[in-house]
């Protein structure tokens, strides 16, 4: 059965940081590419980034490149977004993907003064 667990979410002040880690198992986490999506209060999904199952290649959304960092440890199937210089826009449920149909539950970010 495939699982994903998502951690290190948490209230985090404007500017803060934090790293959310997804624990994978039910599959060779290492030959999938993985996703991470959000959705803010009230609305829709959003892509944020994604990473291939060697982690070679990497994808960011526009609106959290240069802040967001993707990678994963495979020996330790591992899914990790490092979240830099947050913003209240930031504040979202994060979702760790295995497209298209398997999410883990979910963590929560909250960037709040």
């Known amino acids: 059965e495939v699982q994903l667990v998502e951690s290190g979410g948490g209230l985090v002040q404007p500017g803060g940081s934090l790293r959310l880690s997804c624990a994978a198992s039910?599959?060779?986490?290492?030959?999938?590419?993985m996703t991470w999506v959000r959705q803010a209060p009230g609305k829709g999904f959003e892509w944020v980034a994604n990473i291939g199952g060697g982690g070679g290649t990497i994808k960011y959304a526009d609106s959290v490149k240069g802040r967001f960092i993707i990678s994963r440890d495979n020996a330790k199937n591992t899914l990790y977004l490092q979240i830099d210089s947050l913003k209240p826009e930031d504040t979202a449920l994060y979702y760790c993907?295995?497209?298209?149909?398997?999410w883990g539950q979910g963590t929560q970010v909250t960037v709040s003064s």
């Open positions: 039910g599959f060779t986490f290492g030959t999938y590419s």
């Open positions: 993907v295995r497209m298209p149909d398997y």
